[in-house]
């Protein structure tokens, strides 16, 4: 266990060094800040002076191994488009975009996992077939495409939703939430089920094919033999082998939440990191596109490493070739 966890952990460890320096390539190919900083009129030496208080005059690995030790500190530099600390921008943003991605998973697993049992169970039957049709279409639809038709059904013609914004949020400490307040929950719920569909659909579509597999195994037919009710063998057995591989999927999926909530978030002025993104692009806000770079791999990391060790905990076959080596 302790040498998968520490090979795990330093596979993580190059994953975010290659990252890093992607993210450091920006400051050095991308723009160059001390124009954006001080403008096209500035004097050669106010552009010198500058360079060298940004550290920019240091070699290239004296730069990099600085621009680490800022970035372990959640430390990226000012926001060149608002002048203002980039921790704390993400910091100000984070809580949004974590809750739209919990609330959208959460959608995505407990709708997602059900319809993939019955469609398994119902095969061949006209309801499962009509569920895989629409899953079709879930997996096929642009984001952006459904968050507008969304849009145009419950806040346009129903009025039921708002379209836009946050709604109502509460301060706990430093951190923010719309949950706790009925109109935060009136305003999540449009981009979190246009950006839970693909994961919904997706997560549908494995437990289904993960469930026909199992189904056909000898250690179901031996449940069957013994005299075990249905009941028993679908969600006693095969359900429960059938979500070790989703497992994987979910967690990533997870990560995909967090990382591809930027066009829900443009759709829905959602006031979250991917929106912020999009407005460093627009303003080629280095820093800010290199924190959120830096960040978002760091949670696909984290995520994928949880997966790792909750399959590992999950599948005995692991543990069984662990103690092996």
């Known amino acids: 266990m302790l040498v998968f966890i520490l090979r795990r952990l330093v596979q993580s460890l190059i994953v975010m060094l290659t990252v890093a320096c992607v993210s450091f390539m920006l400051f050095q190919y991308v723009g160059d800040p001390v124009t954006n900083l001080l403008g096209q009129d500035a004097t050669q030496e106010q552009r010198e002076a500058l360079r060298r208080d940004l550290g920019?005059?240091?070699?290239?690995?004296?730069?990099?191994?600085?621009?680490?030790?800022?970035?372990?500190q959640g430390e990226f530099g000012l926001s060149l488009r608002q002048g203002r600390?980039?921790?704390?921008?993400?910091?100000?943003?984070?809580?949004?975009?974590?809750?739209?991605?919990?609330?959208?998973?959460?959608?995505?697993?407990?709708?997602?996992?059900?319809?993939?049992?019955?469609?398994?169970?119902?095969?061949?039957?006209?309801?499962?077939?009509?569920?895989?049709?629409?899953?079709?279409?879930?997996?096929?639809?642009?984001?952006?495409?459904?968050?507008?038709?969304?849009?145009?059904?419950?806040?346009?013609?129903?009025?039921?939703?708002?379209?836009?914004?946050?709604?109502?949020?509460?301060?706990?400490?430093?951190?923010?939430?719309?949950?706790?307040?009925?109109?935060?929950?009136?305003?999540?719920?449009?981009?979190?089920?246009?950006?839970?569909?693909?994961?919904?659909?997706?997560?549908m579509r494995l437990v289904r094919a993960e469930m026909l597999e199992v189904l056909r195994t000898d250690y179901i037919k031996f449940a069957r033999a013994r005299g075990l009710s249905n009941q028993a063998v679908y969600f006693g057995h095969a359900l429960k082998n059938t979500l070790v591989p989703v497992i994987t999927i979910t967690g990533l999926q997870l990560?995909?939440?967090?990382?591809?909530?930027?066009?829900?978030e443009t759709v829905f002025q959602w006031p979250g990191m991917g929106l912020l993104?999009?407005?460093?692009?627009?303003?080629?806000?280095?820093?800010?596109?290199?924190?959120?770079?830096?960040?978002?791999?760091?949670?696909?990391?984290s995520i994928n490493l949880l997966v790792d060790l909750l399959y590992f905990a999950v599948d005995p076959r692991l543990r069984t070739q662990g103690k092996a080596h």
């Open 277 to 301: 993104f999009i407005q460093a692009v627009q303003f080629a806000d280095i820093p800010v596109m290199a924190a959120y770079l830096c960040l978002i791999s760091f949670i696909f990391v």
């Open 255 to 264: 990560g995909q939440l967090i990382a591809f909530a930027i066009i829900t």
């Open 85 to 203: 600390k980039v921790s704390d921008l993400i910091a100000e943003r984070l809580p949004a975009t974590l809750e739209l991605a919990l609330v959208a998973g959460l959608i995505a697993l407990s709708v997602g996992i059900p319809l993939g049992v019955y469609a398994a169970l119902r095969r061949g039957k006209a309801s499962s077939q009509l569920l895989m049709m629409l899953s079709l279409l879930g997996v096929s639809l642009p984001t952006f495409l459904i968050g507008i038709l969304l849009i145009l059904v419950f806040a346009v013609w129903l009025k039921w939703l708002p379209s836009f914004g946050r709604g109502d949020v509460l301060a706990i400490g430093s951190w923010t939430t719309g949950l706790l307040t009925a109109d935060g929950l009136r305003h999540v719920l449009l981009p979190a089920i246009t950006l839970s569909v693909f994961q919904l659909t997706l997560i």
């Open 56 to 72: 920019l005059d240091a070699p290239f690995p004296v730069q990099f191994a600085r621009f680490v030790g800022n970035a372990v």
